[in-house]
């Protein structure tokens, strides 16, 4: 019988595979049609359906992400069935393909305590190819400026799309490049230092070989009474990993149970879910706040 806390790495591998073999006729676990069936990819925490791409020439599957306590409405495009290696390869990558549940819990905390992002100049790292949190932020009208980031190229271009479709005022929220390397910082990058009160990422700390990078950009990046609104599962102790070394940076203060919904939910996972491995599925929430070095 095989381990079912290696579904979500199987169900991953079956994407990157579907994409390899070119079938089209055979459906990827995170397509839009799953979102009705929310497996354990998701909390379930926003309304989402289907809705129709905004013109003939876009292969994306589009979604509109709902949330009601706010009269917020997202539209959202996620890459076609069929998209290519290339698509997915040259940066870290992972987030491109799907909306994984820690940048759907970091979305849903961020709009359920709104007031700490009121007036806040907000920068996501590693958006992928949504950047759900960020793009959700903007919608409220009551950020400030908002800056979503990846490395890859075109899930920048996506993102760029993603804000046109939304009509959401581009010098409120815009979309940039950005990669991390910590030698940039001065050149391509100057722009950034100390721009921002809120930076908030999600799922990005498993990278062992470019958390020092991050973590200084990071800092870098933000007001001398910034803070960072972290979300990410274990992952076999890299998380942690990177908290520790961002006590050189910051004060850290790591939360397990932030939300009584997101509480219930893993609650009822634990009880319910075989597949579910809370070192793969369930992100702790860190907050880290700026200090002086």
């Known amino acids: 019988m095989s381990n079912p806390k290696t579904s979500l790495a199987r169900q991953r591998w079956q994407i990157l595979r579907a994409s390899l073999i070119k079938n089209a006729s055979r459906p990827l676990p995170c397509s839009p049609d799953s979102a009705s069936v929310r497996r354990l990819s998701t909390f379930n925490l926003f309304q989402v359906e289907k809705?129709?791409?905004?013109n003939d020439h876009d292969r994306n599957e589009w979604l509109l992400?709902?949330?009601?306590?706010?009269s917020v409405v997202?539209?959202?495009?996620?890459?076609?069935?069929?998209?290519?290696?290339?698509?997915?390869?040259g940066y870290n990558n992972t987030g491109n393909v799907c909306i994984w549940p820690s940048e759907e819990l970091m979305a849903f905390y961020c709009l359920e305590n709104i007031s700490l992002f009121k007036g806040k100049s907000i920068?996501?790292?590693g958006a992928g190819m949504t950047?759900?949190?960020?793009?959700?932020?903007a919608a409220t009208g009551v950020t400030g400026r908002v800056v979503l980031t990846d490395g890859n190229k075109k899930s920048v271009q996506n993102l760029s799309s993603i804000i046109s479709v939304n009509g959401i005022n581009p010098d409120l929220l815009t979309a940039h490049q950005l990669d991390w390397d910590?030698?940039?910082?001065?050149?391509?990058y100057n722009h950034f230092i100390a721009q921002f009160d809120v930076i908030i990422?999600?799922?990005c700390f498993f990278f062992v070989d470019v958390q020092q990078d991050l973590l200084y950009l990071m800092h870098r990046f933000l007001k001398s009474n910034g803070k960072a609104y972290l979300f990410?599962?274990?992952?076999?102790?890299?998380?942690q990993q990177f908290l520790k070394k961002a006590k050189k940076y910051f004060t850290v203060d790591v939360r397990h149970n932030y939300h009584e919904t997101i509480t219930d939910k893993r609650k009822s996972f634990e009880t319910s879910e075989p597949s579910y491995d809370p070192n793969l599925h369930y992100p702790y929430c860190a907050v880290l706040e700026y200090k002086c070095y």
């Open 51 to 54: 809705t129709p791409s905004p």
């Open 131 to 137: 950047g759900l949190a960020g793009l959700m932020l």
């Open 65 to 70: 992400y709902k949330y009601s306590p706010l």
């Open 201 to 203: 990422c999600a799922d």
């Open 232 to 239: 990410a599962p274990e992952r076999s102790g890299t998380f």
């Open 123 to 125: 920068c996501e790292f």
């Open 182 to 188: 910590a030698s940039k910082i001065d050149t391509e």
């Open 74 to 89: 997202v539209s959202i495009g996620l890459l076609p069935q069929d998209f290519s290696l290339n698509d997915i390869t």
